[in-house]
């Protein structure tokens, strides 16, 4: 929010010294805030929006990977087999999506990692994350990690993290893909670790 504002500010003021603002600063419009004239090219309604909500938290952008584009199951050696020809289900986390957000009922220390869940030693997901965002994120990870997967002991599936939206995350994949659990690592943006 802060990048687009510094970039719109830019170029509203660019925009008016082209208009002969002459750059000796900004002009109200005629009537004060809200006033039906334009500031700088601004409608009153963007004015307002400007000054009195940019510091509202927006929901987090869509997920982009920070590696620039590159698949962590991509990085492999040239012969060696592409383990997602045998995971049928990457990134499904339909049987697990209780488990990630409110945790397991009979097991306090299981799962349980959406904001305001308060369980003891968890992290939780960014406040402003809604449930179907932190789950596209977890699926969004588990097909395109960051870095080369790891594998679990025993054929078992594989470790994979990525960062999104300031938020590395971590998942666990079975073999056949399917998410087994995801958690944000301690110290993202907007993450919230709770006390043992």
């Known amino acids: 929010m802060i990048g687009k504002l510094l970039l719109l500010l830019t170029a509203v003021g660019m925009s008016a010294m ?42 987090p952008p869509a997920p982009s990977r920070k590696s620039g584009g590159k698949n962590g199951w991509d990085d492999r050696q040239p012969n060696e087999p592409d383990p997602r020809k045998t995971m ?21 220390t299981s799962g349980g990692h959406r904001y305001g869940t308060n369980r003891p030693g968890k992290t939780e997901f960014p406040k ?24 679990r002991p025993n054929g078992a599936g594989y470790e994979v993290q990525g960062q999104r939206a300031g938020v590395t ?6 073999a056949d893909g399917t998410v087994w659990s995801a958690h944000p690592l301690d110290g993202g943006l907007g993450v919230k670790k709770n006390p043992r």
Not at 169 to 174: G, Q, S, Y
Request: glycine letters at 16%; charged letters at 25%.
């Open 169 to 174: 995350i971590r998942v666990i994949l079975n």
């Open 128 to 151: 402003h994350w809604t449930d179907d965002q932190i789950m596209d994120m977890v699926n969004d990870v588990a097909r395109n990690p960051d870095s080369q997967p790891l594998p």
């Open 88 to 108: 049928p289900n990457l990134g499904d986390t339909t049987q697990r999506r209780g488990h990630i957000l409110d945790g397991d009922k009979n097991d306090p």
């Open 18 to 59: 082209a208009k002969g603002g002459g750059g000796k600063g900004p002009r109200r419009p005629k009537g004060g805030r809200g006033g039906g004239g334009k500031s700088f090219g601004l409608t009153a309604d963007e004015v307002d929006m400007l000054l009195n909500k940019s510091t509202t938290s927006a929901p």
